[in-house]
């Protein structure tokens, strides 16, 4: 079945760093668009960024765009996602979800990352 696991949350200071990774597991993780979203607290999901199966197609929302970078390795069945320059607003649940036709089949549960002095 179907398994996307995130890690890499924490405590962060504005202007900070952190790396979330997801692991993927039980499809042909290098045949599909993979995303990023993410919802902060008491708001709806927020699209953060996606990528292209082979990883040479990227986009951002314009609220990470320059600050986050995504990226993944097919050989290890591992999505990405860098983010730099780090801001009280990017703390949200950031979910990786696996795309199926420009709609999203399968979410993991979720890496908590809190930015906060």
């Known amino acids: 079945q179907v398994q996307l696991v995130e890690s890499g949350g924490g405590l962060v200071q504005p202007g900070g760093s952190l790396r979330l990774s997801c692991a993927a597991s039980?499809?042909?993780?290098?045949?599909?668009?993979m995303y990023w979203v993410r919802q902060a607290p008491g708001k709806g999901l927020e699209w953060v960024s996606q990528?292209?199966?082979?990883?040479?197609?990227?986009n951002y929302a314009e609220s990470v765009k320059g600050r986050f970078t995504i990226s993944r390795d097919n050989a290890k069945n591992t999505l990405y996602l860098q983010m730099n320059s780090l801001k009280s607003e990017d703390t949200a649940v950031y979910y990786c979800a696996k795309d199926v036709n420009y709609a999203i089949d399968y979410w993991g549960k979720g890496t908590l990352v809190t930015v906060s002095s």
């Open positions: 039980g499809f042909t993780f290098s045949s599909y668009w």
């Open positions: 990528i292209k199966p082979d990883g040479g197609n990227t």
